[in-house]
């Protein structure tokens, strides 16, 4: 049973545009929310995250939005850039014993941004 | 270095063999973790260490999967006996302290059993 679900396997956004990917979980007991985006034959690298007593984080082009009664988050770039394509992985995690470590991913959402 | 390190790359093992992954966590991270990720899947979580010490192994599909982080560096993913089914990228990841925001990942080791 997926608790983190990424409904859109791919995404095709013109340069310039806004790229808006989305994240649905099922665990209530999830605090604290991440990005990950990830080239090919590369490890995911960290994007952005939030907690959960926020409902928005912004840096730079990216901003994360979260909404806690339903249980969704997305991912804004603007302007998406050609550099941007990669796919881009939603995580979240809950306290236990005192401290957030284990993440739990959605399958992932392939990002393409023409030129 | 200056990220993680993951050893080897590729690994193409027989079936019922033995292998052993290797991670060299960023220095000085406290935490590390292993996750597993099959094709057109996220990753998905294996185990993980603080310091040496092994403080959640849940994540571990079988009695054949062992991880051991000796000196608190340095971490092993070892496979006994490998079976198709554990044909998958392993991936490694640190962070500074005892939470899991922003973990530092590695390429991984992409393990295939035939």
């Known amino acids: 049973d997926q608790q983190v679900k990424q409904n859109s396997p791919s995404l095709s956004v013109q340069e310039g545009r806004i790229s808006i990917l989305n994240c649905d979980y099922t665990?209530?007991?999830?605090?604290?929310f991440l990005w990950y985006k990830k080239y090919p034959a590369e490890g995911p690298t960290f994007l952005i995250s939030?907690?959960?007593?926020?409902d928005k984080n912004e840096d730079g082009r990216f901003t994360v939005f979260l909404n806690k009664s339903a249980k969704h988050l997305s991912l804004h770039i603007v302007p998406s850039q050609p550099g941007d394509s990669a796919v881009y992985f939603c995580?979240?995690?809950?306290?236990?014993?005192?401290?957030?470590?284990?993440?739990?991913f959605g399958k992932g959402t392939l990002l393409t941004v023409n030129p | 270095g200056a990220g993680v390190s993951q050893s080897p790359r590729y690994k193409v093992a027989k079936r019922g063999q033995d292998v052993a992954l290797r991670c060299d966590p960023i220095?000085?991270?406290?935490?590390l973790f292993w996750y597993q990720q099959a094709l057109g899947q996220g990753p998905e979580f294996l185990t993980y260490?603080?310091?040496?010490?092994?403080?959640?192994k849940s994540g571990l599909p079988s009695d054949r999967f062992f991880a051991e982080r000796p000196e608190g560096s340095v971490s092993t993913l070892k496979i006994q006996r490998t079976q198709q089914e554990d044909s998958a990228v392993y991936l490694c990841?640190?962070?500074?302290?005892?939470?899991?925001?922003?973990?530092?990942f590695g390429q991984g080791t992409r393990l295939t059993v035939v």
């Open positions: 220095s000085g991270h406290v935490s």
């Open positions: 995580a979240a995690s809950e306290v236990r014993g005192g401290s957030n470590y284990k993440l739990t």
């Open positions: 260490f603080q310091n040496e010490a092994q403080l959640d």
């Open positions: 665990n209530s007991m999830f605090d604290y």
């Open positions: 990841a640190s962070t500074p302290g005892r939470t899991n925001t922003e973990a530092f």
């Open positions: 939030i907690s959960s007593i926020k």
